[in-house]
């Protein structure tokens, strides 16, 4: 995902600079613009051969030993004269203190930035011993923690929507709001991923990031201004507001066939589906069910945010052989990008009957920016709104803690299925999955 990012921050003029990879490969400059290449043409990008040779012409490429402190003058030498530069680490947490230390030794937490890939941890110790070793070098306001969920297009719509149309403000609180389901599945596996998806499993994958997030982004209170701080303010009061999950409110779940997978321990318990229950003691949102569920090998591949209303005192105008359903407000981000009204209107025909009707918003437009490109740039730039903050981080890490070494035993699940039939417990009765 990052060349392509850096082809397009390229054709757009925001990428005039030297751009140093580094890592232990016996590469060499050629080496990194022909790895560039590949990486293009296996994206489906169509390239511009007078934009790859700007992005060419700035990529160089320093091979050596992360722990080796000889490497840092030797990266310090490829930026010449620059004095504001922007280290991206997407490389394992244990590696990042002798990093952040080589960085320092040639005085690039003076003014430089700090683009730090998830995970942000394995729990709130690890968490807090990674922020201690970032912070020995950059400030807080010079740390980015990608989560690149945050820079799709769909989840900038989802927070524009919100807040720009002012129909949903005095119906978005607990008077009106009955219920919010969250749902990031996925039809595959994992991919050929086993040694890395074993040691992690879906809570820590997905859940404590991606989805806290997007719960944080739907919950959160109007921004002050659209100043980075004033925007992750708001997120982190949310996060802060949840309650810690108790075990009871987890489901997990583990596909059938994965203890074949490569890579994976024949014995393994790590969850492929986690289903949780989640409350936030806030005034806005106290006693609203929140539902956050993520599976891999289940019936579809769909992430959405489904917002369910309260019903009518009575039906009226109901069918003699069902009642109306529920309005219902959903945030889709993949597979597609759409915005869905569900509410009841007059079915033709001779009686006075309601029935359900969806109102669809989807674009026709250009999808826009990858996340990547967009996160980086503004990394670039310097606006962190999109970036997770370390208090943002430290409560969604207290939220899960419980979970990670308590939780219950793991469920086997068909592929294809929707999970295990137990999930069901954790919707107030009545209710069903919106997703399915």
Not at 146 to 165: P, T
Not at 408 to 428: F, H, I, N, T
């Amino acid at each position: 995902m990052l060349f392509p990012a850096l082809y397009d921050l390229t054709a757009a003029g925001a990428l005039d600079m030297p751009v140093v990879g580094v890592a232990s490969s016996a590469l060499d400059d050629d080496g990194i613009r022909q790895r560039a290449r590949e990486a293009l043409a296996a994206s489906g990008k169509e390239i511009d051969p007078q934009v790859f040779d700007r992005l060419a012409s700035n990529l160089c490429y320093v091979s050596g030993d992360y722990r080796d402190p000889e490497l840092y003058p030797r990266i310090a030498a490829r930026l010449a004269e620059r004095t504001l530069p922007v280290a991206y680490l997407a490389i394992p947490p244990d590696t990042f203190g002798d990093v952040v230390a080589g960085l320092m030794s040639v005085g690039f937490h003076e003014r430089g930035r700090l683009v730090v890939e998830k995970p942000f941890g394995r729990d709130t110790a690890t968490a807090a011993e990674l922020n201690e070793l970032i912070h020995r070098g950059f400030p807080e306001n010079r740390v980015y923690r990608i989560d690149h969920f945050l820079g799709k297009e769909a989840v900038q719509n989802l927070m524009v929507f919100r807040f720009s149309n002012t129909i949903l403000e005095p119906v978005w609180n607990r008077h009106y709001v009955a219920s919010v389901q969250i749902t990031l599945a996925e039809e595959y596996g994992i991919e050929g991923r086993g040694r890395f998806y074993d040691d992690v499993g879906a809570i820590r994958d997905v859940v404590q990031n991606h989805l806290l997030q997007m719960a944080a982004l739907l919950a959160m209170e109007p921004p002050v201004s659209d100043h980075p701080d004033a925007l992750r303010d708001e997120r982190a009061k949310v996060l802060r507001a949840m309650r810690v999950v108790d075990p009871g409110d987890l489901v997990r779940g583990q596909y059938s066939g994965y203890l074949d997978e490569p890579g994976v321990a024949p014995d393994s318990t790590t969850e492929t589906y986690a289903a949780i229950r989640l409350e936030i003691d806030s005034w806005r949102w106290a006693g609203v069910p929140w539902i956050i569920r993520t599976g891999k090998g289940l019936a579809r591949t769909v992430t959405e945010a489904a917002v369910e209303f309260h019903a009518p005192p009575r039906p009226l105008f109901a069918s003699p052989e069902e009642e109306p359903g529920p309005n219902r407000l959903i945030f889709r981000t993949k597979p597609d990008d759409q915005i869905i009204l569900s509410m009841q209107a007059r079915v033709p025909g001779a009686g006075l009957v309601s029935g359900p009707v969806e109102l669809h918003l989807q674009h026709d437009r250009p999808t826009g920016v990858s996340a990547y490109t967009r996160l980086i740039g503004d990394a670039l730039r310097g606006d962190q709104s999109l970036f997770a903050r370390e208090d943002g981080v430290m409560e969604a890490w207290r939220i899960v803690e419980p979970l990670l070494d308590a939780g219950p035993p793991v469920e086997v699940y068909d592929r294809g299925s929707w999970g295990p039939k137990s999930a069901d417990r954790l919707l107030d009765p009545g209710t069903e999955w919106i997703t399915r």
